[in-house]
C-alpha cells in the first residue's frame, strides 16, 4: 500500500473513479496496528458523510480497537447505518473496541436493529460479557440463537423472570437451576414467605417421594415448585440445590 497515493485520493476523495478499489485500499489499513491507521484518521468523518456505504464502511473500519469515547460514539452510530454491510462493519468495528471495556458490547446485543443483534449474537463476545447475550431469549427472533449463550453465574433471579414472562419454558427453567450456585437460591428465598424447619423438611421428602406440593402462587418456593412438576421427568439436581439452599445452618426457618 502506498500511503501517499492513499493520502491524495482521500484528499480528492469527491473526483475519485474507482471508489471501490479505495474502500479496499482502507480495510486493508484497517487490518493494521491502529498507529498505522492513525495518520488517516482525519479523514474519517468525511468519509462517514459519504454517499457511499463502502466508504462509510471503510471509515468505521479505521476505527476498529479505538478506545477513546469519540471513536467509539462513531461506530455505535454506524450500528444504525441504513446499509446493512456497513452495520456489520460496524459491529466488528465495535468487538475490537470492546476488549479493554467489554460494556460496550451493550451497544450491539441489545440494538434496535435484528440484524445487529444477531450479527451480535454470532460474533464472539468481549470477556465477561458472555452471558450477556442470555437476555436475548426475550427475543423471539433470535431465541434459539441467544439460548447458545451461558446463564450469568447467579442465574436464579433471571430464569424465574423469564419463565414467568414465557421466554423459557419449564425444561430450560429447569436445567438453569439445577446447575445454579446454591446460595443464588437462597438469596431469593430468605425474602420469600417464611416457613417452619418441619415444613421445609417435610417438602423436601414429598419431592423425593414423587409426591407434588401445591401451588400457592405465593413466592419463589411456589415458583420453583411449578417449574420442577413441569418438567418431563425427576430432577434429582434440582432437589439437591435446593436442599442445599433451604438447609444452610444460617436458614432455620425458611
Not at 489499513?29 to 468525511?46: K, N
Not at 468495528?93 to 450491539?108: F, I, M, Q, V
Not at 423472570?161 to 446460595?183: C, K, N, Q, S, T
Request: negative net charge; hydrophobic residues 40%; glycine residues 8%.
Amino acid at each position: 500500500m502506498n500511503d501517499l497515493e492513499l493520502w491524495e485520493r482521500l484528499k480528492n476523495i469527491d473526483d475519485d473513479e474507482d471508489l471501490e478499489d479505495l474502500a479496499a485500499m482502507l480495510h486493508a489499513l484497517g487490518e493494521l496496528a491502529f498507529q498505522h491507521r492513525a495518520p488517516f484518521l482525519g479523514f474519517v468523518d468525511s468519509m462517514l458523510g459519504h454517499s457511499s456505504a463502502p466508504m462509510r464502511g471503510a471509515a468505521i473500519s479505521l476505527l476498529g480497537g479505538t478506545k477513546g469515547h469519540g471513536g467509539v460514539e462513531r461506530i455505535v452510530a454506524a450500528l444504525d447505518d441504513d446499509d446493512t454491510g456497513v452495520r456489520s462493519v460496524a459491529v466488528r468495528a465495535l468487538r475490537e473496541s470492546s476488549g479493554t471495556s467489554p460494556e460496550r458490547w451493550a451497544h450491539a446485543i441489545f440494538h434496535p436493529r435484528p440484524d445487529v443483534r444477531r450479527l451480535a449474537l454470532e460474533t464472539e463476545p468481549p470477556r465477561k460479557m458472555e452471558s450477556l447475550a442470555t437476555y436475548l431469549r426475550a427475543d423471539p427472533e433470535l431465541r434459539e440463537l441467544a439460548r447458545q449463550s451461558p446463564w450469568p453465574k447467579n442465574p436464579c433471579g433471571l430464569v424465574f423472570d423469564m419463565f414467568l414472562r414465557g421466554h423459557v419454558d419449564a425444561i430450560e427453567a429447569g436445567d438453569a437451576l439445577a446447575d445454579a450456585p446454591g446460595p443464588d437460591l437462597r438469596s431469593l428465598l430468605v425474602h420469600s414467605v417464611r416457613r417452619t424447619a418441619d415444613f421445609v423438611g417435610t417438602s423436601l421428602a414429598t419431592f423425593e417421594g414423587g409426591k407434588p406440593l401445591p401451588d400457592e402462587g405465593r413466592d419463589v418456593l411456589d415458583l420453583w415448585c411449578r417449574i420442577y412438576w413441569a418438567c418431563d421427568a425427576p430432577r434429582p439436581a434440582m432437589i439437591r440445590k435446593l436442599a442445599e439452599a433451604v438447609l444452610s445452618l444460617s436458614l432455620i426457618h425458611i
